[in-house]
């Protein structure tokens, strides 16, 4: 009766918001023989949700990702070349698709794939050491842009019982990425002249993979102390049974 009045006075739609609260995610059903399927439009209907903010969740336009600093090291000795980017701003990533669930519900485990079209990294750099033979110690600017992004993320939960509402705890999550297409250079180097800049150009786009997979061990790191703060957000405030009801 009470529910009835409020949304006549309020409208449908925040009815609709008043009576499920955990209206950005899809309901799915340990039983259903397509649970995965389900759990693949669930993940998208939060991504599209997440797009617009979940101030529920306390999730703001997500809009450019922002990294402090990863850091990539190439050879040793004291003129080996170590480079740290800084203030990292990457955008795109709200354009995600997830593309496949797998998951174990008996164990909690969960697999995501997803896809990004593209994305563009701007940060700032600093260097020293020798590269290409050419002493590279300065600063400057990084771009990058990166097409085809693919990823796996690997979930681990625990059921816990909180107030006699059982919710989902992260245990352990990894991640791998790879990236079709790398284009990325250095602009505005200290100290640098011209013929500096392009030749550090021209050695960053021909070992653009070598690069990256350099960069790796650190970005990764970086994204899955991001992604793990972001499940065990999701998992705090979203009782285990909004997401998936494990029908008797
Ligand atoms: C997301 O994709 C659309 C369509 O391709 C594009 O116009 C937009 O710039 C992308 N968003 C970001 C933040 O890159």
New binding site residues.
Partial sequence: MNILFICVILGVASCIVAQNPYYYLKQCHKSDPQVNLCLLKSANTLVAYMNRGIPELRLSEP??LIIDEIGIALGNGPNGYRATFRDIHA??V??MTITAVRSDLDTHQFQFTLYI????ARAKYVSTGVLILVQATGGGDYWGEYDGIRAKVYVKAKPIVKQGRTYLTLQQLKMDFSIKDIKMGVDNVHNGNAVLQAALNLFINTNAQDLLKEMKPDLKKKLMSILSSFMQNMFTNVPYDAWIVEDV
Avoid: A, T, V
Wanted: charged share 10%; net charge negative.
């Fill in positions: 809009e450019p955008y795109g709200s354009n079209p593209h994305i563009s």
